[in-house]
């Protein structure tokens, strides 16, 4: 198993520019989550998919998109990046909510220029 | 809503001290989980533990254990004879039943062993 998967691993972006981080898992897990680390904040939720077709916004959603179309694929959107979204984010999966530990994506460096 | 407080950014020890990482939580729920992840130098995210809010057992792993008390909403975590490996940033974390088990984490902190 590849476990959690994210591309590309490094980005730069200018201002007003759009991309989609890809992830994706292949532990069959239905809860999956997109977080992002910047220095002093730990991690801050995006947004978070409890399974196909259903997301639901985390603390930070602003700027953000996402969709669930299968369980496998969970992308996150960036609509029109901005210096402030200059982060570290990870892609994390769990097999159910709650109870179950996340297992996380080596995470895509992003700056924003 | 749910919070958690790691109120010690840094802490530095030398090998073979013992050190207690602090977390502190806030939720109104009655059904919750508490997690405990560590992330070392190379940034992946690595899962440590995790607890119910019915089972204060305090848990030992090894040199790792875990002091859950729900009367002081703490979950502190505990290294024993602490080693150079065990430098890295740790996250304490809350899943709380309302509001779909979303999962929140403490800004973490980040522990120096030197040799």
């Known amino acids: 198993n590849a476990g959690v998967t994210q591309t590309p691993k490094f980005q730069v972006l200018k201002t007003g520019q759009s991309m989609t981080l890809q992830c994706a898992q292949d532990?069959?897990?239905?809860?999956m989550s997109w977080y992002r680390q910047d220095p002093g904040m730990g991690l801050r939720l995006i947004h978070y998919s409890v399974g196909a077709g259903i997301t639901d916004q985390g603390e930070v959603p602003n700027g953000y998109n996402v969709s669930r179309s299968t369980t496998e694929d969970f992308p996150l959107r960036l609509l029109s990046a901005a210096p402030s979204q200059t982060s570290v984010y990870f892609c994390?999966?769990?097999?159910?909510?709650?109870?179950?530990?996340?297992?996380f994506g080596p995470g895509t460096r992003l700056t924003v220029t | 809503a749910q919070k958690v407080t790691q109120a010690q950014t840094e802490i530095s020890v030398v090998e073979k001290e013992d050190v207690t990482l602090d977390c502190v939580y806030e939720t109104r729920d009655t059904t919750y989980y508490l997690f405990w992840y560590k992330q070392p130098p190379s940034g992946e995210l690595v899962f440590l533990i995790r607890?119910?809010?019915?089972?204060?057992q305090n848990e030992i792993s090894g040199r790792y254990s875990w002091n859950f008390q729900k009367s002081t909403s703490s979950f502190n975590f505990t290294i024993t004879a602490s080693q150079v490996v065990d430098s890295a940033v740790y996250f304490c974390a809350l899943s709380e039943g309302t509001g779909g088990f979303k999962t929140i984490f403490g800004a973490g902190t980040r522990l120096f062993v030197k040799a």
């Open positions: 994390a999966s769990s097999y159910s909510q709650g109870p179950s530990e996340q297992y």
């Open positions: 607890r119910n809010s019915f089972d204060e």
């Open positions: 532990m069959n897990h239905e809860y």
